[in-house]
């Protein structure tokens, strides 16, 4: 067993690190959810039955942003050095790959996720 | 707990004696102290073992007996359902046996049997010779059987909940005004409350009970599902408990939250179930596809192909099942971009529960594939969950639900889900884990039979539900007429029923025949290489001899001589020097070991904890109040007894060789100790429950034109004002910076200094709940009067428990300190409650600004 006691790890050699890009498609779907329930129960007119797009192509554009980022660090954190596929031994380094490829499935997924989210958007137009 | 006396010379003896004749260990003395420390308790005092093997045992065969009692009321209801106009059965009677088989199936055995072998399995296969917190699974234990025996009860005094497994208000409020519903309510949530406890069991037991070396890319997979189906039951059950909460006050104290005459509305219990009850399905299924997840590598003889896959699938369902509840409520009238929305998720769920299957299918692909009974029920779970999930695809298409909803067609999805994802792999383990638990095998030849039986029995009865479905018959009818087309399938369905239902007979009988004459197994019978298997047989009480260095995933496979040099004793812990239950924590990431952690032994008081709790809940469903008060005070005793006599504990020295030179502290207190992580979780699942009552004040608001209402039925509707409930944040905050001052000067010994700002905030705290409460009852608000008026008191009546609770913690630090239990360095009980403080200012913060402004703005 080798041992990294150095200093406390950053976030990307942590177990949060892999739960971030899913706990952005959470926020965004909520988001999106309150957004249209509210606007549709309270601020819908017979002239104005749209939900708010724009509202909701922000939130995706942050939300997607989030989830690269987490994304693309994730996949620098697998694909760096020289990984011993299938990363499973008793080494920092193959503990860092594997949260990192983790991490990197998850933040796809999510961003698949939110893209799902968003595309009702672009489908659906009204409260109805 | 004081450390034993060294064992005398009689008692080494005589168990020498008793164990020389099978286990040559034994004259190793370490062996036998060790022996002394865990062995389980004798006669009567059997009842009184907390140990995660007898517990587990116990855990699962009582879900077991559930799910057979589940399974006869399906049986009865096919049979009433066999022929068209049968009148066998009232209705009555069968819209109670229909609400009781979906609640026992799901409640008393789907979630119970995931902690059963949870409790059982996982610290054996962690390598850890308990969970952390022992006497908490043996309540939860307890809870679960005196709840699942009353709920069941019912039945058979005519006065079962006949709700459906779903309790739909207002049928359940309006029309049902008899006790069963509140047997339903009042019975499950204390079932719930054993689940939360199960589910910050395992948690802390997935993250700090890992041996040293197990790294997070080398925990078995079971582990990985577990953590996440464990954080899923802490953010799932949590708003079910909430739910109930309102529809208890709502039957007992006539609170109007789903009463639409005075502004209540029944969708909120339908969000608040579905928000519980999709990732419920979820729950279900993930322990039991990691019980598949186990078996595959062992019979494919080789490891896992795409371990970080299943973590992502694991994972990713774990989120994504909570973003589909709505798909249960897609004809309710929703806007149709909400039901898109949700209709969207439920198609990506599709994408990470796929991806584990395919997984499995390339790790028996790439293996060396072994035939076995386990391994058929695996590939038929895998089939039929898969047939289970197309349909599931095809229903999350609102056009599509719109016409099945409510038909037997669901009736034929959600079995093929449920039976495929859970049953047939919970089988597979009865058959892989049976070996290990009693040291004998079932019958292959007879399982295979088994197996037939099931499978075809399975098919032939619910394949036809789905054609069924689509010709029009509705769910939950009691009978039907005859020419509408339903009678073929029904017969057909109702003969696979009973199939299916011989062939659980086959595997009870299986499980349960005398096995006297038939030679124990040899150790690890299917040359797994997880640790769980490094158990002897017959296993000891122990666990496992001395705790491993793990370097690999699969350590009997790819550790040399791993098994040797446990047994000889040469890992951590091999011995009990002091007597005392110990195991090893590690760190959440990297498993460097942390501490040595004492863990309690055998009590009653988990029982009769239990007991008293249960007391409170069933007393409290019949309106005896006198008896519930007496139950919640002798609960009450019973619980601070179990605190003060069993955790905290002082050790004798500050540190102990735990075996390899290495040195470990025996006491932890703040972010590293298991203890603060309990009450984290914990305090996360009550936060839950919270915000699920805040949404269900913002919900009122979304549903009325004005919220709050100037008038109803001739009187003004009062509010809470603006001054006392922000008052009563004002001293909450107070208080919680009296109690972080308190647990500082405790940490620099002034002991005085320490009581008397102890004193100030429990002042402080009280205050706070009295100018809580001072604002409904000074501006006249009469719950009863309208949804507001309720939900801004239940709002209220939340917070000022929870103050009280806080009050209750502080007094309980400073007789710990007073009476030595507790001093400046070792503070685990100030710390945890310090935390729970953060929680409960945070709840006085939201109560007070929401009910105060909210109304100003909205």
Redesign the interface.
Known sequence: ?S???SEP?PIR???WW??IA??L??IH?LA??LT???W???ATTSQNSG?PIAWIFGYSIVALAGIVYVGMLSYRNFRSGNPPL?????D?N??T???G??AF??AV??A??TL??L???L?????? | MKPREPMNEQEDEGMRGELAKHDPAMDDVRARRLYQAWKTPKGWRYWSAVNNSEVGLWYTLTAFAFFLFGGVLALIMRIQLAVPNNDWLTPEQYNQIFTMHGSVMMFLFAVPILEAISILLLPQMMGARDLPFPRLSAYGYWCFLIGGIFVCGSLFFGVGPRGGWFMYPPMTTEYQTDVGPDIWLLGLSFIEIASIAAAVELIVGALKCRPPGMRLNLIPLYGWYILVVAAMILFAFPPLIAGDLLMELERAFDWPFFDVQRGGDPLLWQHLFWIFGHPEVYIVFLPSIALVAMIVPTFARTPMAGYGWIVLAAVGTGFLSFGLWVHHMFTTGLPGISIGIFSAASEAVAIPTGVQIFCFIATLLIGRVTKSVCLLFVLAGLATFIIGGLTGVMIAIAPFDYQAHDTYFIVGHLHYVLVGGTIFPIVAGFYYYYPLVTGKQLSERLGTITFWFMLIGFNVAFFPMHLTGLIGMPRRVYTYPAEMGFEIPNMISSVGAFVLGLGFLLLLWDVFRPKGKQPLVRRNIWNAGTLEWAARVPDMPWGIRSIPIISTRYPIWEQDNLLTDIDAGKFYLPDAEEGLRETIVTSTVDAEPMQCLRVPGPSFLPFMAALFTGGVFIFGTYHWWILTGISGALSFGTIVTWLWTGTAIIPEKDSKDVGLGLQLPTYVSGSGAVGWWAMFITMLGDMTAFVSLVFGYFFYWTVHESFPPVQFDGRVIAGPGVVWPLVSVGLGLAGWIAVMIARQVNRGDRARLFYATIGVAVCLALASASAMLSGPYRNGMDPTHHVYSASVSVLVLWTIIHLIVGVVMLIYCAARRLTGRMDAGQDADIVNVALFWHFLLLTVFITGTVIALFPKVA
């Open positions: 067993m041992s990294d006691r790890k050699h942590r177990l892999i739960v899913p706990t498609w959470a779907f999106c959810y249209v329930a509210i549709c129960e309270k939900p299938p990363y499973d031994f008793d920092p193959d503990r790959h594997f949260l490829f983790t499935l998850l997924l999510s698949i996720s799902f989210t595309l009702v958007f489908f659906v137009r009204t409260c109805d």
